[in-house]
Nanobody, 121 residues
Framework: QVQLVESGGGLVQPGGSLRLSCAAS????????MAWYRQAPGKQRELVAL???????TYADSVKGRFTISRDNAKNIMYLQMNNLNAEDTAVYYC???????????????WGQGTQVTVSS
């Protein structure tokens, strides 16, 4: 059974840093593209950053220069290093991954349970 688990969220002051992790486990043949999404109260979920299996990245304009997405294919873990955080970054951050199942050989989008990031003084 495929599962995504996020960790690393918490409370941080404006200008501070935080590092999120997402670990994929289960009956996995291959983890393809992975991404971080976030959803603030009363707002729609938005893409924060995406990373392909080969390492190509895409960032939302609001986080360019501040956030860095990375992954360890051997361990099936994705990271999001967040620097110079501000109040607008407050949201629940979700891990997303396109995964090919070992049994079905079909690709499917999986979601983690989310981790809360709160930026406040």
């Amino acid at each position: 059974q495929v599962q995504l688990v996020e960790s690393g969220g918490g409370l941080v002051q404006p200008g501070g840093s935080l590092r999120l992790s997402c670990a994929a486990s289960g009956s996995i043949f291959r983890v393809n593209a992975m991404a971080w999404y976030r959803q603030a109260p009363g707002k729609q979920r938005e893409l924060v950053a995406l990373i392909s299996r080969g390492g190509g990245t895409t960032y939302a304009d609001s986080v360019k220069g501040r956030f860095t997405i990375s992954r360890d294919n051997a361990k099936n873990i994705m990271y999001l290093q967040m620097n110079n955080l501000n109040a607008e970054d407050t949201a629940v951050y979700y891990c997303n991954a396109d995964i090919t199942g070992q049994a079905t050989y079909l690709s499917y989008m999986y979601w983690g349970q989310g981790t809360q990031v709160t930026v406040s003084s």
